[in-house]
């Protein structure tokens, strides 16, 4: 596992500028089901095995991945910041409500796309908080929060290329990062459609990124808004284009342990809270249309699909007269 880094949470400096979403009914997140009660412990009797170890070490562990911008990604001193870290540290302030302890840190532990599930499984983190797509098979192994963004499979070219689709590339090689649905995507539609594609595999999202860059690829798939956040990241919007239709649909979610109601409960409340205090779309904003703490601007507009999941997740009187 990477290298751990430590961070005081100041109690409430998050409210105010935190969302959540869920579109259960019509997304892959109805396979996932919350507890809705759970009442906050006075010691660590009566909670989930989760919980209990959170409040014995004072501590909540929130893995991060290094280049997921705007989702998950370090700044120019090395700090791990980003859209779902905000949610993550939305959530530790409700567990800090649950365990009773307002004064929890939180331990930042680099994870990648290749270990990230295992980090849940294994319990070296307590929240993944990347850009993790949420689907039934990985819904067998670990947990979901409610949605957060969605995104899809599609291709990073250089602008001078004439690949316009995936069939362009046929006998030609496409790089895709190890571990993740963008891989299986691709797999599958180089099988389906014969297209005798060589397929590279980088380590990370920046590797996969540099081997298009040296030329070692002709194409780097993987969803779309990471596709947006590396070009933006690079300053590289003069050298390579996003093109071709989606190839997958990735919804995405906060991760951690399944099996554990109390835990889903606080994080089900946490996205719940966010909603109703009308948040959501003012974060979504900070991270994909405003100009990012590194210096770069996505200026990606929600998506009425999520602007619609923003607002299930409004439990406020207002939202239901």
């Known amino acids: 596992m990477g290298e751990t880094l430590a961070r005081s949470l100041t109690p409430g400096r998050l409210a105010g500028s935190l969302p959540a979403t869920a ?3 019509i997304t892959l997140f109805a396979t996932f089901s919350f507890a809705t009660s759970a009442c906050a412990q006075s010691g660590s009797e009566g909670l989930s095995p989760t ?19 705007p989702f998950s990604f370090v700044d120019q001193s090395g700090r791990p910041i980003g859209y779902s870290l905000e949610l993550c540290e939305a959530i530790v302030e409700e567990i800090g409500v649950e365990v009773d302890d307002p004064n929890l840190k939180i331990d930042y532990v680099k994870v990648t796309s290749d270990d990230r599930i295992d980090a849940v499984l294994q319990n070296k983190i307590d929240l993944e908080c990347g850009s993790t797509t949420a689907n039934a ?11 957060m963004f969605v995104a899809g499979t599609k291709l990073m070219v250089p602008k001078a290329s004439g690949v316009q689709q995936l069939a362009d590339l046929k006998s030609k090689t496409i790089v895709v990062t190890k571990g993740t649905t963008n891989e299986q995507a691709i797999q599958a539609a180089d099988k389906k459609f014969s297209l005798g594609l060589t397929i590279a595999v980088g380590a990370d999202h920046e590797q996969s990124y540099q081997m298009l860059a040296d030329g070692k690829a002709d194409a780097f798939a993987t969803d779309d808004i990471l596709l947006f956040g590396l070009i933006a990241r690079h300053k590289a919007q003069d050298k390579y284009r996003v093109t ?10 906060i991760m951690f342990r399944k099996g554990e109601p109390q835990l889903s409960a606080v994080v089900e409340r946490t996205f719940r809270k966010l909603g109703s205090n009308r948040d959501l779309v003012p ?5 994909f249309t405003a100009r990012l703490p590194t210096g770069e601007r ?11 999941a923003f607002k299930a997740m409004d439990d406020s ?3 239901n007269n």
């Open 283 to 287: 974060l979504y904003n900070k991270w």
């Open 244 to 253: 071709g239709d989606y190839l997958s649909y990735d919804p995405y979610g």
């Open 298 to 308: 996505l200026n990606v507009p929600i998506s009425l699909q999520l602007e619609e």
């Open 51 to 69: 919980l209990s170890a959170i409040k014995t070490a004072h501590a909540v562990r929130l893995g991060y991945r290094e280049s997921s911008p």
């Open 137 to 147: 098979e990985r819904g067998k192994r670990v947990a979901f929060s409610p949605l």
């Open 23 to 25: 579109l259960f009914a």
């Open 317 to 319: 009187a207002s939202a």
